[in-house]
Each structure stands twice: as structure tokens, then as C-alpha cells.
């Protein structure tokens, strides 16, 4: 998968670490950078600056924190998947292990959630769990196409 990551953190220092992750467990999909909830909408929507899709192609996979200013993650994840196309793979990467923030999460349609880690080695255990399952083995909904049955 070629297609870029749109990495939706508001922490510059957590998006220079994940970026220096990716580039030791060399991953090559260029990395997008959406500083706020509303930022990643209008990516994902070619709104605005995003609208040059030769410049900002649409994700494959959305690494999405959930504490975000202007709009929250959880609200990021539930546009994504009432979109009426298949959407991006999505990662939820947090700092909160709260049971209901998890199963929000994963009722909204995340497809993974992490808990993030300040200890760079762990951070670089995930970025190569994400490549070696989301980027690399997985067959993604936009992909897959379900052969025709005679009914």
C-alpha cells in the first residue's frame, strides 16, 4: 500500500516520535499531519487547502488520537463511517485506556485501538504491528470485491 497516512495528533512532539517510528521500522507511505478533528474532516473531504488530490491523495489508513481540539476524535471516527464509500482503515492511538473511550471506539467502527506509549521502543513495536497487519497482509474494504453469485 502506497497510499499516505493521515496521522490526526495535536501534540507536535507525539507526531515527530510516530514519524520517527515509521521511518525506523521504514515504512515509506508518506505521513499527512492533521493538527485538529476538524483538519482531518476537511482532508478527508479535499475541503480547502486538502483540495488537490494530487497533493493530498486520500489515506489508506487514518491513525486517529482522540483527544482533539475543535472535534474530538470519537466524532473524527463516527463521520468517517457514515460516509457512504468504504473508508480508510482506521487506528485509534490514545492516551486514555478507559473501558468506555475503547468501546466507543470500536462501536463508532475503529478498527484497532493502541494505547500510547512514551517509551520510543514501544511506540516502534506498534508502528511495525500496523504496517506488518494494516499496510502489508490486510486486504482493505476499497480493494475487495466480493464475486458475483447466481441467486
Known sequence: MDQPILLVEDQP???????????????????????????????????????N?????????????????????LDVLKWIRQQPEPGPVVVVLSSSDEKND????????????????????RLEEMVRSIKDFWLTHNVAATTYRAPARDL
Open 13 to 51: 512532539n507525539d507526531a515527530f516520535f510516530f514519524r520517527h517510528a515509521m521511518e525506523k521500522e521504514g515504512l515509506a507511505n508518506p505521513l499527512r499531519v492533521a493538527g485538529d478533528g476538524q483538519e482531518a474532516i476537511d482532508y478527508l473531504q479535499g475541503k480547502g487547502k486538502f483540495a
Open 102 to 121: 475503547i468501546s466507543s471506539a470500536y462501536d463508532l467502527g475503529a478498527n484497532a485501538y493502541l494505547v500510547k506509549t512514551t517509551v520510543l521502543a
Open 53 to 73: 488530490r494530487e497533493e493530498f491523495p486520500l489515506p489508506g489508513l487514518v491513525v486517529l488520537d482522540l483527544k482533539l481540539p475543535r472535534v474530538m476524535g
